[in-house]
């Protein structure tokens, strides 16, 4: 699954750490990225094995580096 996220004031080359959790507080994924170019959206593939049923998931963005801007939680629902 393909998941593409719009970041905002992270430089490009920043790194970005996200955490991937059921919304139920569950872990799902974690990992780190570099930010995408300005007006680039950030990927994050992650296999379908990774996702235990359809459900309700919240994924956690946040700077991995320098002076970091609040967390952002996306949140979203999966239908497979």
Known sequence: ITIALDV???????RLAYDLR?????PVVS???AAPSPGSPLLLLVPVSAFGADGSYVLTVRAGDGPEPAPVD???TLTK
Do not use: I
């Not at 905002?8 to 920043?14: M, R, S």
């Not at 059921?22 to 569950?26: K, Y």
């Open 8 to 14: 905002n004031g992270v430089p490009a080359g920043g």
């Open 22 to 26: 059921t919304a139920g507080g569950l």
């Open 31 to 33: 990992g780190t990225a």
């Open 74 to 76: 996306y949140r979203f």
